[in-house]
């Protein structure tokens, strides 16, 4: 069974920093393209950021230069760093891997949690 782990969340103050990080298996990482997406309270999960195994990169419009979406396929890991943390920040994010072989399948994560709260 594929497990995608995120990790990296919690609690932090307006203005803050948080690094999430997620991990899967090398087979899977080392052919997916890697995504974290949000959901916030009575909001649909939405897109943040996607970075391809080639390295490219994409962000939701929304991010505005606070996020930035790294991997380390050395570490089958991927990060998501946000700066200048807001409350509408606060939700629970989550990892994607969206494998690409002959098929395509989605692995998920069960999320992390980002409270943004003075």
């Known amino acids: 069974q594929v497990q995608v782990v995120e990790s990296g969340g919690g609690l932090v103050q307006p203005g803050g920093s948080l690094r999430l990080s997620c991990s899967t298996s090398?087979?899977?990482?080392?052919?997916?393209?890697m995504a974290w997406h949000r959901q916030a309270p009575g909001k649909q999960r939405e897109l943040v950021a996607f970075?391809?195994?080639?390295?490219?990169?994409n962000y939701a419009d929304f991010v505005k230069g606070r996020f930035t979406i790294s991997r380390d396929n050395a570490k089958n890991t991927v990060y998501l760093q946000i700066d200048n943390l807001k409350p509408e920040d606060t939700a629970v994010y989550y990892c994607?891997?969206?494998?690409?072989?002959?098929?395509?399948?989605?692995?998920w994560g069960r999320g992390t949690q980002v409270t943004v709260s003075s």
């Open positions: 994607n891997a969206h494998f690409k072989l002959i098929n395509e399948k989605d692995y």
């Open positions: 090398g087979s899977i990482f080392s052919l997916s393209d």
């Open positions: 970075i391809t195994r080639g390295g490219s990169i």
